[in-house]
């Protein structure tokens, strides 16, 4: 039991490091968000996206982690993007 407490709580703290890290990657993509309203881009980037795409499906590959775990994971945050970059838009 000693183990698994010890393994629940290196979980809770790579949790808690996850929303941090998510939180600063949020500040920077509403930056972006701002910065493409300021000059009438469009939110959605499909070609920097899938760029993304595929090299965090490599890096995945490399650190033993399921690639199509990571692109839906990565898609999810896109989406979630977009979505702040379109309310910059109005």
Do not use: W
Not at 60 to 86: Q, T, Y
């Amino acid at each position: 039991m000693a183990e698994l407490e010890s393994m629940r709580a290196s979980i809770d703290n790579i949790d808690a490091a996850l929303v941090h890290i998510l939180a600063e990657r949020f500040k920077c993509t509403k930056r972006v968000g701002r910065l493409k309203a300021e000059y009438d881009l469009p939110p959605a980037d499909p070609e920097r996206e899938a760029r993304q795409i595929a090299r965090l499906r490599a890096l995945a590959v490399d650190a033993d982690l399921d690639p199509a775990f990571a692109e839906k994971f990565l898609n999810f945050i896109i989406s979630e993007v977009i979505r702040h970059h379109e309310a910059f838009r109005g």
